[in-house]
């Protein structure tokens, strides 16, 4: 995870492929991602939440 987390390998497109779960931008995916981290090695006491099935505004102008 530290590895995606700094390469930044991954696109939006990628991660649906894997897991079926869209994200909008890929700055939306790594800042979960980046949450996510914090939740299972961090000092984060609650998971982070599964993303929004409606596209953020201004989405595709």
């Given amino acids: 995870m530290e590895y995606l987390l700094r390469e930044r390998s991954a696109t939006v497109e990628d991660w649906y ?3 079926r779960v869209n994200f909008w931008r890929d700055d939306l995916l790594y800042a979960y991602l980046q949450d996510l981290y914090d ?3 961090g000092d984060c006491k609650e998971p982070p939440e599964s993303p929004d ?6 989405y595709g102008v």
């Fill in 53 to 58: 099935d409606v596209p953020p505004p201004g």
């Fill in 39 to 41: 939740y299972f090695y």
């Fill in 17 to 19: 492929e894997l897991t």
